[in-house]
């Protein structure tokens, strides 16, 4: 079959690979219909970790094509034909705490698909049974490329110490794909969301206002501060949801938020945080780390969709095949959303106009 293969430093492009055995007990494989690309992958080029040479891609959606004999204490999901969207841990222990209680996104020896173990940017993948979610009726292959990073948001926004609803007010910095899921999610239970930008984000912006987002700033943190004292009598925002890897947004968001606000650190980091403690302290703030999903937030965000609360097509920015690999990095260091069709099952829908190439 066809793979976008790392083969090492700098080095990942299409390549033929050995067809994938059947599956054996406890497992599925699926034919790709959709795979979506985000910052990781492209960070993912450089450097020698993770396994080598392995298939990148982990925001995955497809067609259940062969299952394995079941094994015990691992339910099927799906049956052959379902149209399902996969979690990411390849491995898990199984036996941790965290493992346990369903929290496998903190379990240490967890492996996960394009990065510790083959992803899904090849025309088939073979996972746990347990791993693959059906999608509703109502939700494209297309569409369910997004549902990794989606399911992230809610993990992000709903499963953290957070409190989001229709009481809240709640900024979001950064226009990309995280901060678009995340707007959407916390819009959907009812919260005023404030998405913030730079000025070369307006069109990124007009989709955030478009999918429900109660305003946009791209003005500066001053110009966000004014907003939040009109629409809070001067309180200032609930919760921060910092989704542009800017350590400086990090320290303009603190700024955001009333007494005893939360900050939730969603994107990565490449700079150390300096913050002044003092504000912390005497404003009683949190900040708290945001990192992977677990089967819970993948369930509701399935639920989420099936109830028509959210639209991820205004998130994609780009469709294309594995032949055009390069062109799709370049999109995503552009900001833009790219989803790949490996081509291992077509989709189930005719691409929209907007996303019509040639
Ligand atoms: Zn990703
Ligand atoms: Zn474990």
Same mark, same amino acid.
Request: aromatic share 6%; hydrophobic share 30%.
């Given at each position: 079959m066809r793979a976008i293969v790392k083969?090492?430093?700098g080095q990942v492009g299409l390549q033929e690979v050995a067809d994938l055995p059947e599956p054996g007990p406890g497992e599925v494989t699926v034919n790709v219909a959709a795979t979506a690309i985000c910052g990781t992958d492209r960070n993912e080029i450089?450097?020698?970790?993770?396994? $080598?040479p392995r298939i990148l891609g982990h925001e995955v959606c497809g067609v259940v094509a062969a299952m394995g004999d079941p094994l015990p204490g691992i339910p099927l999901s799906a049956s052959i034909g379902d149209r399902v969207v996969l979690e990411?841990?390849?491995? !898990? @222990?199984?036996?941790c705490h965290w493992c346990r209680t369903e929290q496998?996104?903190? @379990?240490?020896k967890r492996t996960g698909i394009g990065r510790t173990a083959h992803g899904g940017l090849a025309e088939q993948i073979t996972i746990r049974a347990d791993a693959v979610h059906r999608l509703p009726e109502n939700v494209t292959l297309l569409e369910g490329a997004l549902l990794e990073p989606l399911a992230v948001a809610v993990h992000s926004v709903l499963e953290g110490p957070f409190n989001v609803g229709p009481d809240s007010t709640v900024v979001v910095i950064g226009p990309g794909t995280m901060g678009h899921l995340c707007a959407q999610v916390a819009t959907a239970v009812g919260a005023r969301v404030i998405v913030v930008g730079l000025d070369r984000h307006e069109e990124r912006l007009a989709v955030a206002r478009e999918t429900g987002a109660f305003a946009t700033v791209s003005t500066g943190a001053d110009d966000v501060r004014a907003l939040l004292s009109e629409v809070t009598d001067g309180m200032g925002a609930d919760y921060v949801f910092e989704c542009s890897g800017s350590v400086s947004q990090v320290v303009d968001g603190l700024s955001y938020l009333r007494k005893g606000g939360m900050l939730g650190l969603v994107a990565f980091y490449r700079d150390p945080l300096v913050v002044d403690a003092m504000t912390i302290m005497q404003n009683e703030l949190g900040v708290v780390g945001c990192r992977g999903k677990r089967p819970s937030s993948f369930r509701t965000a399935l639920a989420l969709l099936r109830n028509g609360?959210?639209? !991820?097509?205004?998130? $994609?920015?780009s469709v294309r095949s594995m032949d055009e690999w390069d062109e799709a990095v370049d999109e995503v260091s552009r900001g833009v959303k790219v989803v790949i069709t490996p081509g291992g099952t077509p989709l189930d829908r005719d691409l929209p106009p907007r996303l019509q190439r040639g």
């Open positions: 083969t090492g430093d450089a450097g020698t970790t993770g396994m $080598i990411t841990d390849a491995y !898990l @222990c199984r036996s496998f996104n903190r @379990c240490e609360h959210l639209s !991820l097509e205004p998130v $994609i920015g």
